[in-house]
């Protein structure tokens, strides 16, 4: 029996092109549904009884299932998701002080990056999400967490590596036909693949930009991140600059801090000549334990000195709080499912 069609990351006029639908006006229907959360055919009350049942003979809304959600005391809630093949992958909620809700979704079940300091570069390489898992990811987050506020790609994977499949999930996630979530509240994030932000700065999607930058001192950035051996620092500052140059947005630079790695005033003087004349922010982010791993969270001491340098350069930059570390849920952690 063929596999039936997964409908989460299609378009309207796709969804009547892939299921030979007419007249058009059917497909926008179904598209409103699926954006409204809708998880069986149905609910679709507008649609004709024969349609619906086509529909659930020919196509499914989630291609995947939760299998686990995983809460923690300070809100952070974490979906495993279970794939049609087998495979797993995590996906987060964040809530941050002002109670805004974000989803942090993955584009691959591995990642080939191999960082030296997160669990899912320990995973290696995986296959790439399709549009219409990553769509999932977000449908069952809200279905298990209610209306959500921001998207960011920085779960498991590489979204430089998966960038298609992105595009078309946020065509599908910012359509006002459908979920209608405004680009503006939507992140990607990269560790570094430069040829991805030039695509993006030219071709979009155009949302936000986070690099994970770490360190820029080349030799360590080398060791903790291998993706620099092929994306050199000063390449990756031209790409930075280009993207901002181009899009008008300001960059985020994300810098993972590890007691006594990359928090001492030579890696700090580092950092601010790279983020000097960039219109960039810097979050700080403490390491986030992973097991088996050689690395220390720095004190908070040592993290708000980072800071306070930082502050005194001009820069601007953020101490970010930890959350989700009890449920396996903070940057860094995704991948270890039990």
């Known amino acids: 029996m063929p596999e039936k069609i997964a409908l989460a990351g299609l378009l309207p006029q796709e969804i009547c092109s892939v299921l030979q639908i007419s007249p058009a006006f059917r497909g926008k229907q179904i598209f409103k549904w699926i954006g409204e959360g809708a998880v069986s055919f149905d609910q679709m009350t507008n649609l004709p009884s024969e349609m619906r049942r086509m529909l659930s003979e020919k196509a499914v809304l989630r291609s995947a299932r939760v299998e686990k959600i995983l809460t923690d005391s300070d809100g952070t809630v974490k979906l495993q998701l279970c794939l049609h093949d087998g495979r797993f992958i995590e996906t987060v909620l964040l809530i941050d002080a002002a109670k805004r809700k974000t989803a942090c979704v993955s584009c691959q079940t591995g990642c080939a990056m191999r960082c030296a300091f997160c669990q899912t570069g320990q995973l290696g390489a995986g296959r790439n999400l399709s549009a219409s898992e990553i769509a999932e990811e977000f449908f069952c987050m809200e279905e298990a ?40 509240r939507i992140t990607i994030s990269t560790s570094g693949v430069i040829s991805g932000i030039y695509e ?22 080398s060791q903790l991140m291998p993706v620099t051996k092929n994306n050199p ?106």
């Open 145 to 184: 967490a209610g209306h959500l506020d921001n998207i960011v790609f920085m779960g498991m994977g590489e979204p430089m590596l998966n960038l298609k499949a992105i595009q078309q999930a946020i065509a599908v996630l910012t359509s006002p036909d459908g979920r209608g979530l405004s680009s503006r």
């Open 200 to 221: 993006m700065a030219d071709s979009g999607p155009h949302v936000r930009l986070a690099v994970s930058l770490t360190t820029a001192d080349p030799e360590l950035r």
């Open 233 to 338: 620092l000063p390449e990756l500052r031209k790409a930075i600059a280009y993207f901002i140059e181009k899009t008008g947005k300001r960059c985020t630079l994300e810098a993972a801090l590890f007691a006594g790695v990359n928090t001492s005033d030579e890696k700090i003087r580092q950092l601010i000549d790279f983020a000097r004349g960039l219109d960039v922010h810097i979050n700080l982010i403490p390491w986030n334990p992973v097991g088996g791993l050689p690395f220390k969270t720095p004190s908070r001491r040592e993290c708000e000195t980072v800071l306070k340098q930082l502050e005194q350069a001009g820069i601007n930059a953020t101490l970010r709080v930890r959350r989700g570390e009890k449920i396996g849920g903070a940057c860094g952690q995704l991948g270890k499912i039990n």
